[in-house]
Nanobody, 121 residues
């Protein structure tokens, strides 16, 4: 089995910063692309940032220049550094990772349980 656990969500004032972490654990052979998604109340879940196993990055326009995604392959961890936070960044943030388990040949997507980020004065 594989498990993804996010942490780092909090209540922060506009203009503040947070760093989210997502750790993958279990019977892991390798990890491919890792993503951060978010879902605000009453809205669809949206892709925020992506990092491939080769280190290529992509961001939704709304967070470019403010958020930075990174990963530590030795720790099976993906991070999301969020700066200059705005009230519209308020959402539950989820990580997703494509993982190949030991003994398997294919990658499949796994999701974390989410961490709440609230930006408010």
């Amino acid at each position: 089995q594989v498990q993804l656990v996010e942490s780092g969500g909090d209540l922060v004032q506009p203009g503040g910063s947070l760093r989210l972490s997502c750790v993958a654990s279990g019977s892991i052979f390798s990890i491919g692309t890792m993503d951060w998604y978010r879902q605000a109340p009453g809205k669809q879940r949206e892709l925020v940032a992506t990092i491939t196993s080769g280190g290529s990055l992509d961001y939704v326009d709304a967070v470019k220049g403010r958020f930075t995604i990174s990963r530590d392959n030795a720790k099976n961890t993906v991070y999301l550094q969020m700066n200059s936070l705005k009230p519209e960044d308020t959402a539950v943030y989820y990580c997703r990772a494509y993982i190949r388990m030991n003994g398997n040949y294919n990658y499949r997507a796994y999701w974390g349980q989410g961490t709440q980020v609230t930006v408010s004065s």
